[in-house]
């Protein structure tokens, strides 16, 4: 079986990069602006500045807390049957995350987006065998900002059986966990079996949100998983060439890496990124070939230090609409990386700059899916394969359609698309839909009949019981 790859990165550049970033870390440091790691980090050997809450960090600590983050993290669903593990050469695909803004599925109008919004999110993405994982794909902007991730995560736990990936502050994390425990029945079942995980956005250059730091090292007992995400602006907030960018997120990393590690060795990581540019004409948020280059070498840098990761990819870019250049840079952004290595693929769906989802957009993202699927599987180049004793038979007749050999092989060497039809343009025109207006039916039929797999009544109950007390803590009466 002959596999594609696709490489960027010379192994002398990556070991390069990994000595700049190492100067980097030792006499630039990082902020990570919480007494609670400056110390962790102190007690184990760093430099502190305590006035700025940045540290210095040693060579000898990134090469210790490389040697104890795991090659594998396993992220368990409320279905076992649909756990997922980084790190297996299996490549997963999960939707787009927190967009202020939906595209009404019947008014086909953007609007703020709600829980409602939320709920068809999950239930389309719960039935799809495409994406393995659900993130919170909307925001539901009716709820109080203070609840807004609590309802966030009930909504999804409740509508999806999947892995959830979610982001939980320090404010909320009590009502989180009692969230999880009413689900899983005992807070030890979270270490066991870890139904969600923590998504952490850190900031360039070379700093850390307070708030989501120490919420993640207050879950440090149960090793929850966690996928550090970075969105560095190449231009903006980190340097304008790509090789300056790559550089900035590499230290950004290892310094995670360190304080994590230090913190509870063997804690499961997964480098998460989705890298852009700064366009300087709008000042908007970019993406488009840089952006697939930067996403691909830092796969690569991922692979070297036997990190899982997960990349932006597969959605819109900066399109507002499903159209020519939506298609364009969902595959510039997603061949590349899972061609390079990636274990998943993080955006179906999203437009207009990861700020719109647009649901016809992830079932169409589905048949992309399957074609990159296939494409990794490669090609067996074999005496079975060549087919040599039936070309010697049909010689000079084009009839391999009625050969038996067609029908041995046909559907282990071919993907029948669903969505995209190869039919003539009289057909086409015959069937007078355009593939967005047939994905958009489909999605109404699966949101009409399917229902995911429901919490027991009890569960429920307290689930209620869990956000009335966090309106009341959070928000008062």
Known sequence: MTIPK???????????????????????????????????????????????????????????????????????????KKDLTYGSGKLYFMNSAQSP????????????????DLIQCARLCDSLDEIDEFCPMVVPNEVSPELRGLQATVTSLRNTSKHVLKSVDLESLPFHLAILDAILGDRAELKQRPIISQIINDISPLQKDQNLIEATLALKELMVPITLYYMPMAGGTSPVTLAGTLLEMTANMLSSIVLYQTAQPGWPIIWGAGPGILDMRTGRYGSGSEAALMSMASVEMAKYYGIPSLRGGLNGGDSKEINYQAGIEAILSSVLIALAGVDAIFGPADLDGCTLVDLPLLLLATESVRQIKLLLEGASIDDEQFLFDVIGRL??????????????????????????????????????????EIALEEVKKILDSYEPEPLPEEVDRELEAIMTAARDELIGS
């Open 6 to 80: 696709v490489a960027l990165l010379t192994l002398e550049e990556k070991e390069r990069i990994h000595s700049k970033a190492l100067d980097i870390l030792q006499t630039v440091g990082v902020k990570y602006d919480s007494k609670q790691s400056v110390k962790i980090l102190a007690d184990a050997g760093c430099e502190p500045d305590w006035d700025e809450l940045s540290v210095r960090i040693p060579f000898c600590l990134v090469d210790e807390a490389l040697q104890t983050v795991p090659n594998q993290v396993t992220l368990a669903a409320r279905d076992a």
């Open 101 to 116: 803004f939906f595209r009404d599925i019947d008014t086909r109008i953007r609007r703020a987006s709600t829980s409602d």
């Open 395 to 436: 010689q000079f007749q084009g009839e391999y359609m009625g050969d038996p050999s067609t029908k041995r092989f046909f559907r282990r060497e071919h993907l029948i698309p669903r969505i995209f039809p190869h039919e003539s343009y009289e057909a086409w025109e015959a069937r007078g839909i355009t593939e967005e």
